[in-house]
């Protein structure tokens, strides 16, 4: 985003706060606290069609956007890792939420990419370790990439998710915002990222126009509340800065007969490719064998009326997806609605019936920030990359 872009918005969030000037941090001063919040998967109309109280008083004590678009391609790590390096996905070089090794074959899921820093770190710093840089404590709770190490350094407390983990135990989520109070009063920790689960867990597994969904929209005001509750129990109010965002939306998957789905296998030979990535949503990326790379394409290409095929060299640069060096040479997308599966359609039961999808204009995030007085220099001269959080184009 340009800077312009940044200094006007910077505008728009002092005046929200009431015109409270912000004293310029030289960096030695001890600053206000930051605790971001991610809840997965939270659509920016999720608040639409469900009553959310707290959610509602934050936005009013502070600022919400009405929608900020993440970065392509709509997966949680991806995603996130824009959000706390502020770089595009071909700068940070987290492709996808799978990790990979075309000469091994091997995947390794999401879970299991999170304590390998080989996956992480490529050259770009996450605000935990800008923020530790410039001597002041930061955490991750959850939140992906806060296993790994960065340059050699590590999140100075970080807790990754196990394997297994409930998504949607209410009374864990308290727990673990106690957790977070107690970093913040009894250890000082300046910078906190905190990540659930929830919605997208819900969403991938009854859809998101289901009861379910809101159900689990009400829980996510609940613990809101909860937390505004435990900020003013801490005397946390006039020191912490909270933003509450999110990495991406989901769109409900249209299924045959309603429409053709779109099936890889109708079109080309798998044994023609050495390594795929698809039947992970709307997004899908192949490495052809070397004398079949031509022969893939050109079936691909034309193969399907939702279906878009790229050569990597060909992809839109407004993506800012293609360029890194993990992006295989073929890419693949469907339009809002539809997964790009290989062999069978892999959303074969009632239930799964959403999909993260692809493509930018599907998604959108709810983000507020209030709570507190902004400081907009807490995190020091990496501050537009935080701030690239706020508005609705990151
Ligand atoms: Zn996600």
């Known amino acids: 985003m340009n800077i312009q872009k940044v200094l006007a918005l910077n505008a728009i969030l002092l005046t929200a706060v009431g015109g409270h000037p912000v004293a310029h941090n030289d960096g030695k001063a001890k600053g206000h606290k930051l605790l971001l919040i991610s809840f997965d998967g939270f659509r920016w109309d999720y608040d639409q069609d469900v009553e959310t109280p707290n959610l509602d008083n934050l936005a009013k004590e502070g600022v919400k956007a009405k929608y900020i678009t993440p970065p392509f391609v709509t997966m949680t790590s991806p995603s996130h890792f824009t959000t706390i390096t502020g770089r595009w996905i071909e700068?940070?070089?987290?492709?996808?939420?799978?990790?990979?090794?075309?000469?091994?074959?091997?995947?390794?899921?999401?879970?299991?990419?999170?304590?390998?820093?080989?996956?992480w770190d490529n050259g770009v710093l996450p605000l935990w370790i800008t923020a530790q840089n410039q001597g002041k404590k930061a955490a991750?709770?959850?939140?992906?990439?806060?296993?790994?190490?960065?340059?050699?350094?590590?999140?100075?407390?970080?807790?990754?998710?196990?394997?297994?983990?409930?998504?949607?135990?209410e009374t864990e989520w308290r727990e673990n915002i106690d957790i977070v109070m107690n970093w913040f009063t009894k250890e000082d920790f300046d910078f906190v990222t905190l990540y659930y689960g929830e919605p997208d867990n819900t969403g991938h597994?009854?859809?998101?126009?289901?009861?379910?969904?809101?159900?689990?929209?009400?829980?996510?005001?609940?613990?809101?509340?909860?937390?505004?509750?435990?900020?003013?129990?801490h005397h946390l109010k006039d020191i912490l800065n909270v933003i509450i965002t999110s990495d991406h939306g989901m769109t409900t998957v249209k299924k045959s007969p309603e429409v053709e789905e779109i099936l890889l296998a109708n079109y080309i030979k798998f044994a023609d490719l050495k390594f795929d990535i698809i039947d992970y949503g709307g997004f899908g990326m192949i490495l052809p064998k070397p004398e079949k790379e031509e022969e893939v394409y050109q079936a691909l290409k034309n193969a399907h009326p939702h279906l878009k095929v790229f050569r990597k060299e060909e992809f839109p640069e407004h993506f800012h997806y293609a360029k890194h060096g993990r992006v295989l040479p073929i890419l693949l997308y469907g339009d809002l609605g539809y997964s790009v599966n290989?062999?069978?359609?892999?959303?074969?039961?009632?239930?799964?019936?959403?999909?993260?999808?692809?493509?930018?204009?599907?998604?959108?995030?709810?983000?507020?920030?209030?709570s507190a007085k902004l400081e907009l220099e807490l995190l020091g001269t990496d501050q537009h990359a935080y701030i690239c959080i706020i508005p609705v184009e990151q």
């Open 342 to 370: 290989g062999g069978v359609t892999v959303c074969t039961c009632a239930c799964a019936k959403s999909s993260e999808n692809g493509i930018a204009h599907n998604v959108g995030l709810v983000s507020y920030l209030g």
């Open 91 to 119: 700068d940070h070089g987290v492709i996808h939420n799978m990790m990979f090794n075309t000469d091994t074959l091997r995947k390794y899921s999401y879970k299991e990419t999170q304590n390998k820093t080989e996956w």
């Open 205 to 233: 597994k009854f859809g998101p126009e289901t009861k379910e969904r809101k159900e689990i929209v009400r829980q996510i005001d609940r613990t809101v509340g909860y937390l505004l509750e435990v900020i003013e129990k």
């Open 140 to 169: 991750s709770f959850h939140y992906p990439g806060g296993g790994g190490n960065f340059s050699g350094q590590p999140v100075s407390r970080s807790l990754v998710e196990a394997f297994g983990h409930p998504d949607s135990n």
